[in-house]
T-cell receptor, first 112, second 116 residues
């Protein structure tokens, strides 16, 4: 089983739509969880951290279910500028100095 | 705050040649990482440094890849000899770890390597 697995994508949605991405991770000892965004031919950039209680940043909501080892990202009212690849990220383990494992990413295309 | 600096931005080499990449992390970030990102995949960790010591190099192909961070600040990653499958973007990142929590990475803009 891969350490971080994401929806295969791509997701093509119209502007204004709500879209959800899912991710599962294999290491039950993981402590840090993030969503990164990567634009075409650019480096990944931190979108948001994911906390156990769930957290929201504007149109973006992240949820964590430790029992199911499942992470989600919800984007409401999609904008054209949301088109990018979204990477689910989990720390490797507590003994590795907090290195992060990245999923393959899910591609989102928001169309007019 | 200055970001993570990497050079060169692009490099094209022939297989069996050698190549080196350079990274300067954000000031004060003790932890530095090198990742390899092949087209269509997520970044894969190659090596992690804490100051000038290696924390994790379990996924570094040590027969051809090497990395160092001699003074605990900037770092170089070398490939010798390169193979076609090494074509990828090499990303350097640094992070602030405090109180047992990783506050997330800042990546450099990467070096796009093409091996022909």
């Amino acid at each position: 089983r891969k350490e971080v697995e994401q929806d295969p994508g791509p997701f093509n949605v119209p502007e204004g739509a709500t879209v959800a991405f899912n991710c599962t991770y294999s290491n039950s000892a993981s402590q840090s969880f993030f969503w990164y965004r990567q634009d075409c031919r650019k480096e990944p950039k931190l979108l948001m951290s994911v906390y156990s209680s769930g957290n929201e940043d504007g149109r973006f909501t992240a949820q964590l279910n430790r029992a199911s080892q499942y992470i989600s990202l919800l984007i409401r009212d999609s904008k054209l500028s949301d088109s990018a690849t979204y990477l689910c990220v989990v720390n490797k383990d507590s003994n590795s100095g907090y290195a992060l494992n990245f999923g393959k990413g899910t591609s989102l295309l928001v169309t007019p | 705050e200055a970001g993570v600096a990497q050079s060169p931005r692009y490099k094209i080499i022939e297989k069996r040649q050698s190549v080196a990449f350079w990274c300067n992390p954000i000031s004060g970030h003790a932890t530095l990482y090198w990742y390899q990102q092949i087209l269509g995949q997520g970044p894969k960790l190659l090596i992690q440094f804490q100051n000038n010591g290696v924390v994790d190099d379990s996924q570094l192909p040590k027969d051809r890849f090497s990395a160092e961070r001699l003074k605990g600040v900037d770092s170089t990653l070398k490939i010798q000899p390169a193979k076609l499958e090494d074509s990828a973007v090499y990303l350097c990142a640094s992070s602030l770890v405090s109180g047992g929590y990783n506050y997330g990475y800042t990546f450099g803009s990467g070096t796009r390597l093409t091996v022909v």
